[in-house]
């Protein structure tokens, strides 16, 4: 049976009808037509389909759109502001942070909420922290540089 | 996933009232094993009741000298909890060390003991800390909860609501983990309780069990040396493509030494 479910995407309210098994992801892809949120392996372990909900990264393919009821949603298309990359996504770009692309989104998303926590991360916290982020062009190193730009462009170093 | 009807009840009693008028009902809690076993069809409830908005389930605290772990609590609060860090170190980092980061924002101890998967990181905390796991009809201990392979001693419609930590003198968690999945392939919890040594061993057979001749070894001299040589029969261990059993007995023996060296160090 179809069920209403409604929260607030990248600021925007939306209300959605879906079915009750419908994922997180789908809704955002699907309905919402948010397609930067990927889905790599659909088996909870890629990391591509990473949001924040309520402010913190979880898989948006191992949840169900109901239980982002009245959620606070952001997705990497909520991040740049009228056009200006976010730091950390301008950070990717600036150090080559990825190859194919398909597992940047994920990543950038991880990599917000790993900064929320700790501003200041090193690189081995970065490395542990991205244990549920795979890329599978292995291009780890320059994932790594990037975020630690990003961390220290959002603290407002150079 | 097949279908299934999806409940948001608000209270304990509502979600025991909607578990028990269900034909097949599930209790949905984090989500991290149950949505994934959904899609892959290898489970078909016709009822999910998400316990997702029942206020008061979720949150660490202290009970005198105890930790007090609501069923709701994500992996990740056990493990940034003020509370948890300063009276059980060892279970805060156990939690720290569940999955990966976005497993821990969503993932439960309440889903985790429930599921009773026998390589899961909470059940040595349960047992290893001579943990009370309390629901909404009883108090069962520790040492009784888990009953088997993906068995527990909950009733049919009964819910965890907490979970009650004793705070022990010392104690550390030390696994092994897969390095896909961070399940444990094995993991030891070792608590020097204010009652004796429990030794928790999580990830080498059907479900957690404590290692008798290490707690006995251990109530004398609290130190790796005492179990030196102190390993557990292979007999009934799991093997697979990752470990085999004898491979599992020996795990258990370093991990347990790695786990004392670490309480004994503070």
Redesign the interface.
């Known amino acids: 049976?179809p069920?209403n479910v409604s929260m607030n995407v990248n600021g925007r309210a939306v209300v959605e009808e879906v079915?009750?098994?419908t994922?997180l992801v789908e809704l955002l892809r699907e309905n919402l037509r948010l397609t930067g949120t990927h889905v790599g392996c659909?088996?909870?372990?890629c990391?591509a389909c990473?949001v924040h909900v309520d402010g913190?990264?979880?898989?948006a393919c191992?949840?169900?759109a109901?239980?982002a009821?009245g959620a606070d949603v952001t997705t990497i298309e909520g991040l740049a502001d009228n056009g200006k990359l976010h730091p950390m996504q301008e950070a990717f770009r600036e150090n080559h942070g990825l190859q194919c692309g398909f597992c940047t989104p994920g990543m950038v998303m991880?990599a917000l909420?790993?900064v929320a926590r700790n501003p200041d991360p090193t690189g081995g916290e970065v490395r542990e922290?991205l244990?549920?982020?795979l890329c599978r062009c292995t291009g780890y190193h320059n994932i790594v540089k990037s975020i630690l730009a990003g961390a220290s462009a959002m603290r407002g170093g150079s | 996933?097949?279908?299934?009807?999806?409940h948001?009840p608000g209270t304990l009693e509502a979600a025991a009232a909607a578990l028990a008028a269900a034909e097949d009902g599930q209790v949905?809690a984090g989500?991290?094993t149950l949505?994934?076993t959904?899609?892959q069809r290898l489970a078909s409830p016709s009822d999910?009741i998400?316990l997702?908005s029942i206020a008061g389930l979720d949150g660490v605290r202290r009970e005198g000298d105890a930790i007090v772990v609501g069923a709701m609590t994500r992996h990740?609060d056990v493990a940034s909890s003020p509370d948890a860090r300063s009276a059980i170190p060892a279970l805060a980092a156990l939690a720290d060390g569940i999955?990966?980061?976005?497993?821990r924002?969503?993932g439960t101890i309440g889903g985790s003991i429930a599921n009773a998967d026998p390589a899961a990181d909470y059940p040595a905390a349960v047992v290893g800390l001579g943990a009370e796991v309390r629901t909404d009809r009883r108090t069962i201990a520790g040492d009784d909860f888990f009953t088997g392979l993906f068995e527990t001693a909950l009733e049919d419609g009964e819910i965890i609501v907490s979970v009650r930590f004793p705070a022990p003198r010392r104690a550390a968690y030390a696994k092994f983990p897969n390095p896909?999945?961070?399940y444990a392939i094995v993991g030891v919890m070792v608590a020097d309780t204010g009652s004796g040594v429990r030794v928790a061993v999580t990830g080498a057979g059907d479900q957690v069990f404590r290692a008798g001749a290490m707690e006995a070894a251990l109530g004398g001299n609290f130190s790796a040396d005492a179990i030196r040589d102190a390993s557990v029969p292979s007999d009934g261990l799991n093997e697979d493509l990752h470990a085999s059993a004898e491979y599992r007995a020996h795990l258990v023996g370093v991990m347990a030494r790695r786990a004392v060296a670490a309480a004994a160090a503070g």
């Open positions: 049976m069920v079915e009750e098994r994922l659909d088996t909870s372990q990391g990473v913190r990264s979880v898989k191992t949840m169900l109901t239980q009821h991880s909420d790993l922290w244990e549920g982020n | 996933m097949y279908e299934f009807n999806y948001r949905l989500g991290q949505i994934p959904l899609k999910l998400d997702g990740a999955g990966d980061p976005q497993v924002n969503c896909a999945s961070r």
